[in-house]
């Protein structure tokens, strides 16, 4: 016999969480904010509490060195090129120089010139140097301006939080995750009821659920031992 599938749909959730509490499905009114409440939740905890759930883009570098942010992006994770078959991010660097136009670079102002930042292998060198390039974040103009890529380089991998929400198509959530979503969905009800003497016993509901959802994402005992044995060697530690 087949078990209880560990996704739920969305809407799913919002119908669970109407049963419970006792609402009327049926009124839309009500339904609609039910759903918009869902959202929000689903939004926040895989932004601040779910693992697993990173968006990975490969973006075609522009003729002015700049990556445009896809429609759903939400948060940043990283730039990456590929290295022996691993992500190497690229390093943030704020002092870049960068196209002022948004069609040319003007080399002779500055903009878009590699990053001098030579370097010679001794006790006394400094780090803080990235071979593969930089970053800078420009989310006013909803694009990452990119410096000192290998001349090959035409892509680079965008890592990102996405918003989760699918407009055009169902959207799936991992079933250890409603209960959490339901008790943000119930505190935030309760705020924007202005039923305030509720709020403190609910926001103490909510925070248990994060709590066991975290418990279940803790990193497993072999993911610091492995990380113990990457910093590892038969050396003479200092």
Request: glycine share 6%; net charge negative; proline share 3%.
């Amino acid at each position: 016999m087949a078990e209880i599938s560990g996704l739920k749909t969305l809407r799913q959730v919002v119908e669970e969480y109407m049963f419970l509490t006792k609402k009327d499905a049926g009124e839309e009114a009500d339904y609609f904010r039910m759903y918009q409440l869902a959202i929000r939740a689903l939004k926040k905890i895989k932004l601040f509490h779910l693992r697993g759930f990173a968006t990975v883009l490969k973006c075609t570098v522009s003729a002015i060195k700049t990556i445009d942010l896809p429609s759903d992006y939400l948060s940043f994770i990283g730039v990456a090129v590929p290295v022996d078959g691993e992500y190497w991010f690229l390093t943030e660097k704020g002092k870049m120089v960068f196209s002022q136009t948004g069609g040319t670079l003007d080399e002779d102002a500055g903009e878009g010139v590699d990053v001098l930042d030579g370097y010679y292998m001794d006790y006394q060198s400094s780090g803080a140097i990235n071979r593969e390039g930089y970053y800078l974040i420009d989310e006013k103009n909803n694009r990452i301006i990119l410096n000192s890529l290998e001349s090959t380089a035409t892509e680079v991998y965008l890592l990102y939080y996405s918003t989760g929400i699918n407009a055009s198509d169902t959207t799936y959530i991992p079933d250890r995750a409603t209960e959490a979503i339901h008790a943000y969905m119930r505190l935030n009800d309760a705020y924007f009821s202005d039923e305030l003497n509720k709020v403190p016993i609910l926001e103490d509901q909510y925070n248990k659920r994060i709590d066991e959802l975290r418990y279940l994402d803790y990193p497993r005992l072999t993911e610091f031992r492995d990380a113990l044995y990457d910093v590892m060697n038969p050396l003479p530690q200092r």
